[in-house]
Structure formats: C-alpha cells, structure tokens
C-alpha cells in the first residue's frame, strides 16, 4: 500500500509576545522536523504527554494550521501549496473528530440539520428528501438505530457517546480517505468507550478510511491500531516509530519505556508490583527553554555526558522500529 | 471491628431540585470507609460520585437526608464555625482542577499562610512556612521556588502536588481526592500515585479516591466502591472486586476497558448508556443495560446482600424469583 500522506520534517513554531520587561520573545517549538508516512486505508495511533505536539500535528494534517517549516504531500502534492480545486478536494477528503463532541456540533442546530447541510452545500445529495433519507442511513451507519429518532434531537440531548457517533457520521459523510480523531473517547462515558473504537474499527476496515489516532492513552491506542502504526512523540519530536505490535513487543526509546512502565495494568498483583519508574526527573521541562542536544536527556537514565546533551538524535531504524535516541541499541540490551 | 471504621455513611440521599425536576444524584447511601486505607469510588460520569464526596464535607448544593457519622459526630448537623473548623482540618480534599482550586493571583506560600490561618491565628508565619516546605518536599517539590510561585508558573503536574502539600496542611484524618490526576499524563499521575500511597502508609491518614479508571484503582485501591446510577452497586477488598467482581456493572467495566498486557480480543463494551436521574428506571437501576437481567429485575429494587466485608446489591445474589424465573426462561427457549 502507498502512502496516503506523507509528512516531511514539519516544523511549527509559536511565536509568543513579549514579557513586560522587554527581553527576547520566547518561542514554543510544538513540533520540530516530524517525518512521518500514513499508509493508505492504516490506522497511525499518536501518543505523548499533553504538550508533545500531537494535536498540532493533527491541525497541520487537516489543513487547520500552516507548518513554518517542511512540507506535508498528499498524493505526491503538497498541502500548502496546492490549487484552490485540489485543497477543495482535500478538506472533503481529511476530516477532523474532535475530542469535545459538545463543542463541535452546534447547539443551535438539530442532528438532522447538521449532517445535511454540508450533504446538500457540497451538491452530494440533490433534494431535501434525498438528503433525509442520506442522513438517516448515515446515522444508523454510526450505530445511532433506528436514524429516523435522531434528526430531530439536539445536542444537548445526547450522551457523550452518541454526540461522537455523530461527529463520526459527520465526518464519513463526504467519504473521506482519513480522519484524524484527537482523543475521541476521553470525552465519552468509559462504559461507551470501547464502542466508539469499535467502530472507528469497522469504519476502517468496511470502507478503507485510514485514521489518525492521536491520544495520550496507550490501552486505547493499543486496541484500535493493534495491526497499524504506533508513533510516539516527546516535546514536539517523533522518538519512536513503527509498526504498533513491535514497537510494543520491544519499546526501544528510553522514553516510551518509562511510559510503559508508568500504565497501571488493570490487576491489583501485577499493579503493586512492578519496577519503579525508569526516570531521572519527574517533570517535563519548560516549552519554552527546551533541553539542548536530545530533549529528552535531563530525565533519561541512558543519558551520557558529551553526547546527549550535544546532539540532537535522529530517527534511525533499529529492527523494525525507527528510534530517534543515541543508545537505542543498548536500551534494547537492558 | 466497629471502631476500625473512621467515617459511617448512613442512608444518604442528596437531590438536586430544579425547575420542574427532582435529580436523584445520589440515593440510599451506606458505605463504612476503613481508617488508614485507601478507599476507591468508581463509576461514571454522573453517577453520583462527586456528589458524594462533596457530601462528605458537606459542602457545595444539593438536599441531604440521612447520616455522615464521623468520630459520633453527624457531619451533616455540623453548622457555622464548627463547620468550618471541621472543614480541612479533619476532612481536606484534593480537588480535580487544580488550575481553579489555586488562587491565581497570590503566591503559593501565602496561600498556605492563609489556609493555616482560617483555622488558627496565633501561629507564627515562619512555623507554617516551616510545616508548609517539609509537606512540599514530601511531594517531591522545591519549597524554595514553589512557595515564591505564582500558580502559572508551575506544571500541572506540580500545581496538583502542590494541592496535596496543602490538603495535609493541617494534619487531617481523611483526604479525599477527586480524579487527582485525570488532567495529567501517565508518568505524572504514577509519580503523584506513587506519592499518596506513602502519605497512606507513612502518616496512616485516610484516603476516598474518586476515580472512574480501573487501572488506578487496580494500582492504589485497597477497597473499592462501584457507583451507577447514584447507587453503590458493590463494596469489596480490591483483589476480590478484581478476581471476582459480583455485579454485572463491576464485570462489565473492567471487561470494557482495554488493556496494554493482552490483545484485548475478548472485551466488549456495556450496551446502552447511563439513565437519567430525573427519571431512573422501575425497579434495579441497572436492569435495562443488564446482561442478566430478568423480570424480576425490572420490579424490585435489589437489597443490598452483605457478605464478609463485602456487599452487592444484586437480585442474581439470592434472590429465589431470579432463579426461578431464570429456569422458566431456560425452559421456554
């Protein structure tokens, strides 16, 4: 399969103001040069702590915000620099599911009337008739059976759950290749949960759209993208990537290995009795003053004086996984 | 046994009167929290947990009846200053958002200078200090920096230990801490976990988690509450609520989460979606979702059957009419 979307060292820097005494404006970089390859009809999970650049790198996919650096193709063409048609095309093709389904669909307007108006604006469907009967097979295609009950509901009348199937039947209306879902279900009720992934399963598999998953949970990460790609990020940089169920079976980079370790396994035994965190330093540096050489050096326990904190590691294949870290080799051996 | 109970909830309704509607946020409570342990209230979004919690310090809104017995004393009798001298004293809490539960525009060391002052005036500035460092050392902080700090100017992380330091500020008895982590990542909430469960053992201070994630519990649990619907449907010792979860809730979630240790080839999700509490279904609350539900489930309100040190309120449990109309069903097809 090729790549529905290829991302090439894609940069974002924030610009913020200037502090009161007049020193130099601090910059946020939220992502520095990510590579990254989205296999057609895949599911590419994204995971990192709040503050990694996963959302930013979800916007910069959709075309919500423009990288300052590098370039993202989309078959073969790039994003930002294509013809007025083309990124028409794209936005009907990239859809978004955003993580508050509360704040995404607007309370003033009914089910029905959201999912048809862009069915109708976009020419899909000609006819108000032909719109119900579109959205009402678009609903029970999400879950929401029978359809016909949900037209005339409002959001605030749904649960969290069902307000994310019809983010998702928004978002599958104008047949998409990918969505890009940011945290769909840490809005939803946990019994809900798994359903909502489910069926973003099926969606997947039943009509080929490829996701990105970005998260900050690995369990759910996990059982979504179990036979696609897991990316990891730290402070705006991949450090891991590769295929999900290896890059899990041998978690190279220090980082992710103190992540794994720090997921409570849902079994009182093995909870209470596993190793203790394999971290020098508890907390994320400031965003703003990111660590020298790899950002990852003042809590790791591999780090070495002379190398870490000078130069900046890039992602290298190590087995079957790309690892941005100096001693990704040796992290293999302890 | 008796004495080894720190708080005795009995019969606790709170509801929430609104125009036209009566929510039953939480009804027919009775749960004993064990001292020194550390007691997990799980369930989903409004079921009814926060509000029980709240309950416990008898603050925020809502209607009360029944009984929060603390050292003989009712909680929910307490009024004025004896109220709030109780209050943080005996009972702190560690609030979801500590963002908000932060003043922002005062330095954390005054905030501590304040807190300790509510309760106590004649103590000198520099023993609060004093206290307030060796508690933010304790939670891994730098007093140094942090008391001169302003809220924004830590981590989210750091802001939450913070609350901590403050909530043990005045030695109480009880913390209760309501999803302490949820805004965080996974290495900071293991790390802050990591920091309560020392809390619990090294000052034997008491701790109610309000937590909707099974995985905490699993890590920090030593007993375990699971709420639906504004009703505690199980009470049992964590290994057991794990090994062997009674209620078809209790199954349910933990079969619905997945996990990072199998391929999670067998779980599936609860059907349907919580009940509105304005208008809670006939009979056992959970019916309606209920894999094993029968006819009986639908008329009688299921008792709670105590066993051990456990409890399920569940008609699967005892109840003849559930067996019997299990056969019948059996029979017919």
Not at chain 1, 146 to 175: D, M, N, T
Not at chain 2, 116 to 129: G, Q
Not at chain 2, 302 to 322: F, K, N, Q, S, T
Request: glycine share 8%; with cysteine.
């Amino acid at each position: 399969m090729g790549a529905l979307m290829t991302i090439e060292n894609v940069s974002m820097t924030f610009q913020m103001k200037k502090n009161l005494i007049g020193g130099p404006a601090p910059q946020v970089h939220a992502l520095s040069e990510v590579n990254l390859e989205i296999p057609q009809g895949s599911i590419v999970a994204v995971v990192g702590e709040s503050g990694c650049g996963k959302t930013t790198l979800g916007k910069a996919i959709v075309g919500l915000q423009k990288p300052t650096g590098g370039r993202i193709l989309y078959d073969g063409e790039d994003l930002y620099n294509m013809s007025g048609d083309h990124f028409a095309q794209y936005r009907k093709q990239v859809q978004m599911v955003m993580q508050d389904s509360f704040a995404a669909l607007n309370p003033m307007r009914s089910v029905g009337q959201a999912l048809a108006v862009p069915l109708q604006k976009l020419g899909i469907v000609k006819g108000r008739k032909a719109a119900r009967d579109r959205v009402i097979a678009l609903l029970e295609s999400v879950g929401l059976v029978p359809g016909e009950q949900f037209l005339a509901k409002y959001p605030h009348q749904l649960s969290g759950g069902q307000r994310q199937r019809v983010c998702l039947a928004r978002a599958i209306s104008l047949s998409p290749r990918l969505i890009v879902a940011d945290e769909p279900v840490s809005g939803v009720d946990v019994s809900s949960r798994l359903s909502i992934l489910k069926l973003m399963s099926s969606l997947n598999k039943e009509l080929g759209i490829a996701f990105v998953y970005i998260t900050h949970d690995l369990s759910t990460a996990r059982y979504i993208a179990g036979q696609g790609k897991l990316a990891v990020m730290y402070l705006g940089r991949l450090v891991e990537f590769g295929d999900l169920q290896s890059v899990l079976d041998r978690p190279r980079h220090p980082y992710l290995r103190a992540l794994l370790t720090a997921v409570p396994a849902p079994d009182p035994d093995l909870a209470r009795n596993r190793p203790p965190l394999p971290l020098k330093d508890l907390d994320l540096p400031d965003a703003t003053r990111l660590p020298s050489g790899c950002s990852f050096h003042p809590r790791c326990p591999l780090a070495a004086a002379g190398r870490c904190e000078q130069e900046v590691p890039q992602l290298h294949m190590v087995g079957a996984s790309a690892v941005a870290c100096h001693f990704a080799d040796m992290a293999d051996i302890s | 046994m008796e004495d080894s109970y720190i708080l005795k909830i009995a019969n606790l309704n709170v509801d929430y009167v609104t125009r036209g509607s009566v929510v039953h946020a939480v009804s027919d409570v009775s749960l004993s929290i064990p001292a020194g342990k550390l007691t997990a209230i799980v369930g989903e979004s409004g079921c009814g947990k926060s509000t029980l919690t709240t309950a416990l310090l008898h603050y925020g809104m809502g209607q009360r009846r029944g009984a929060i017995l603390y050292q003989d004393k009712d909680i929910l009798k307490l009024k004025g200053e004896e109220l709030r001298k109780f209050r943080w004293s005996e009972i702190s809490m560690v609030f979801q958002a500590s963002q908000s539960a932060l003043n922002p525009v005062m330095r954390v060391g005054e905030q501590f200078i304040e807190t300790y002052r509510e309760h106590d005036r004649k103590v000198s500035k520099k023993a609060i200090v004093e206290k307030a460092s060796q508690l933010l050392e304790y939670v891994r902080l730098d007093p140094k920096r942090v008391l001169q700090s302003y809220p924004h100017e830590l981590s989210g992380g750091m802001k939450q230990r913070v609350m901590i330091a403050l909530s043990l500020l005045l030695d109480p008895k009880v913390v209760i801490l309501d999803e302490p982590t949820t805004a965080l990542d996974v290495i900071t909430q293991d790390a802050i976990f990591d920091i309560l469960l020392k809390i619990n053992r090294e000052f034997n201070t008491t701790m109610i988690l309000v937590t909707h994630d099974f995985g905490i519990v699993a890590k920090v649990a030593d007993y375990v509450a699971v709420m639906y619907a504004g009703q505690v449907v199980e009470y049992n010792d964590v290994r057991r609520v794990f090994k062997r979860p009674q209620h078809p809730y209790t199954k349910g979630l933990i079969e619905s989460t997945p996990s990072l240790l199998s391929n999670n080839e067998e779980i599936s999700e609860i059907d349907g979606t919580p009940p509105d509490l304005r208008n809670k279904p006939q009979g056992c609350v959970f019916h309606p979702r209920c894999p094993i539900a029968r006819p009986i489930c639908s008329r009688e309100i299921p008792a709670a059957r105590i066993e051990g040190d456990g409890m399920v309120a569940c008609h699967a449990y005892g109840h003849p009419l559930y067996a019997q109309e299990s056969n019948i069903e059996k029979v017919g097809g």
